[in-house]
């Protein structure tokens, strides 16, 4: 099972540090996950790692002079931000006395009854105030940083932490969760529906939290599903700057909570740019996918030549997620509908499947007999050995020598022969590549005390440890007085 990652939601005026300290955050992890269009900044989304944690950063827009006509907007937006956030970091200039946007913003954030941390950014600068200005807000925890001198930033991710679960593998369970991703008005509710009511035997409905991803639980033959249905993402320059990033954010929850996506698709409306970048974000998370043509009731003199015509088309549009399976459904008259709990059921088994060490590697040394990685000049890569590691989605590791000069060309085509030894239609497959004679040199560096990571890595334990003697001595001191 796959566990929704803890939400926290970036709040605050216009012009506060807001998105600096979102990339502040979120860079120094490496792992930026989405981009949304159509908004004054790329950024959105992101994914952070810190101390065993992992969770979804939001960054909201700034927030409007609440005399102007963005008031209601404003409102709704930072209600948003209260229900779909775990965790709620409230943005202010530190250089700026409080204002009555600022208590607005904190009133809200306190009423959620959720975590509140109050961040005073730009706290390198000369007329910065001190904290006992800010503690008019409400708000206990304060801290200051500087985005743009990356101060306190460590401060900020360490204090998020205590308020999250660590990061941990869900107890794993047999119940198939069912996505279905698309943009809005592509009949996903109605598909959603459609696929409950055709069950005999529906076991609970499960109640989302406020304004999450509708689920309901099912079975069907002796399998145990639970169906989500996601509000959709609309098409760039159709957004809310603001709201609509909570929906996005919603849709990636949904993606990351299942085993197999639905990607739907209009068949009024095909091969958007968004269908494309949804499918992306669905490989790149390791998750089963087949693309669903919906509505195909609405197309006149429909047949096999047209379905034939049609199917091309998706394919070159999709060329990156070959693999996926594409079928056209009608919820309408309930053509193929039923087929789509086979079809991920099947998808779901492939996810699963186990390969042989001895037919992954005879499939390794004829590709490399035949067509020998190409390199640089007495720089050739060599792949030695291949194993799988790891199902849903199956993951292989390829060790060798020199792996930093194998093409992308060259990894394509042997995940093309993987897929021709293994049925894997409807999953991705994950590589990694080992490469040896690196693996040794890291090892003697690091037990020779020269390797810079195992460096920085304990100098920041040992600023944590101080860090924590001074508050510590800090506290004392206070309480003597």
């Known amino acids: 099972m796959a566990s929704k990652l803890p939400t926290v939601a970036i709040i605050g005026q216009a012009n506060v540090g807001k998105s600096s300290l979102f990339n502040r955050m979120v860079r120094a992890q490496q792992a930026i996950v989405a981009r949304e269009a159509g908004t004054t900044r790329d950024n959105v989304l992101g994914r952070v790692e810190h101390n065993y944690h992992q969770f979804w950063l939001v960054d909201t827009a700034g927030l409007k002079d609440a005399n102007d006509e963005f008031e209601a907007s404003i409102q709704e937006q930072i209600t948003e931000a209260a229900d779909a956030a775990d965790v709620i970091l409230v943005v202010v200039d530190s250089s700026q006395y409080v204002s009555d946007q600022d208590r607005f913003v904190a009133k809200k954030a306190l009423r959620s009854k959720k975590p509140v941390i109050l961040i005073t950014n730009k706290a ?252 640089l000049k007495n720089t050739h890569p060599k792949l030695r050995y291949v194993v799988q590691t790891d199902t849903s989605p199956p993951w292989f590791v390829i060790h060798g020598s020199n792996l930093k000069f194998v093409h992308w060309s060259y990894k394509r085509h042997l995940e093309r022969l993987l897929r021709e030894t293994y049925n894997y239609a409807g999953t991705p497959i994950k590589f990694s590549y080992i490469d040896e004679k690196q693996v040794k040199a890291n090892k003697e560096r690091i037990a020779q005390g020269k390797d810079p990571v195992t460096k920085k890595y304990k100098a920041e334990k040992q600023a944590e440890k101080e860090a924590k003697e001074l508050a510590e001595k800090k506290k004392l001191n206070s309480e003597l007085l």
């Open 124 to 375: 390198d600068l000369k007329d910065s105030l001190p904290d006992d200005e800010f503690r008019r807000l409400g708000i206990k925890t304060i801290i200051r940083t500087s985005a743009e001198h990356k101060s306190g930033i460590t401060d900020v991710l360490n204090e998020v932490v205590n308020h999250i679960p660590s990061k941990s593998e869900a107890p794993a369970d047999d119940v198939l969760r069912i996505a279905l991703i698309g943009r809005p008005n592509v009949g996903k509710s109605y598909l959603f529906n459609t696929l409950a009511g055709k069950q005999q035997a529906i076991v609970a409905n499960i109640a989302g939290t406020t304004r999450d991803v509708n689920r309901i639980a099912l079975r069907y033959g002796a399998r145990d599903i639970e169906l989500l249905d996601t509000a959709g993402m609309r098409k760039p320059g159709k957004q809310e700057v603001g709201i609509e990033k909570f929906s996005v954010l919603r849709t990636l929850q949904a993606i990351e909570e299942s085993d197999v996506c639905f990607l739907l698709m209009d068949v009024n409306e095909l091969n958007t740019q968004l269908d494309q970048r949804l499918a992306g974000i669905i490989d790149e998370s390791g998750k089963g996918m087949a693309i669903v043509v919906s509505k195909w009731d609405s197309v006149e003199g429909k047949d096999a030549y047209t379905r034939d015509a049609i199917a091309p088309k998706i394919s070159r549009t999709f060329k990156f997620t070959p693999w996926a399976p594409l079928i056209f459904t009608s919820s309408v008259t309930g053509q193929n509908v039923t087929k789509l709990f086979d079809l991920a059921l099947d998808i779901d088994a492939r996810r699963k499947q186990e390969t042989k060490t001895r037919v992954l590697n005879d499939m390794l040394q004829k590709a490399v007999q035949r067509h020998p990685p190409a390199g």
